[in-house]
């Protein structure tokens, strides 16, 4: 079992930045392990934001519109997502994935980005 723990949602204005990080308990299989974000918003279905391959490779939610950053360090078992220029519509809760396969597939518990107007 990972356990995925995330930190750096709260209240932000429109047009301020946040830094989310997710730090996994184990690092076994972090550094195999394709790692994203994913966000929920009331009425919408969750989406990607950002996900990270363990060679490096980048996807990204077409609302990101070059925004936003994602970055892993496999040494800490950590991922991180930088959201800068955020907007109101980009308030959801947010959770950090790791994928290692199709029956080893975790999620943290989410954490809320609130964006004012």
């Known amino acids: 079992q990972v356990q995925l723990v995330e930190s750096g949602g709260g209240l932000v204005q429109a047009g301020g930045s946040l830094r989310l990080s997710c730090v996994g308990s184990s690092g076994r299989l972090f550094g195999l392990s394709e790692m994203g974000w994913y966000r929920q918003a009331p009425g919408k279905q969750r989406e990607l934001v950002a996900s990270i391959t363990p060679l490096g490779n980048t996807k990204y939610g077409d609302f990101v519109q070059g925004r936003f950053i994602i970055t892993r360090e496999d040494a800490k078992y950590t991922v991180r997502l930088q959201m800068n220029n955020l907007k109101p519509e980009d308030s959801a809760a947010y959770y950090c994935?790791?994928?290692?396969?199709?029956?080893?597939?975790?999620w943290g518990q989410g954490t809320q980005v609130t964006v004012s107007p």
């Open positions: 994935n790791l994928r290692y396969s199709e029956l080893q597939n975790y």
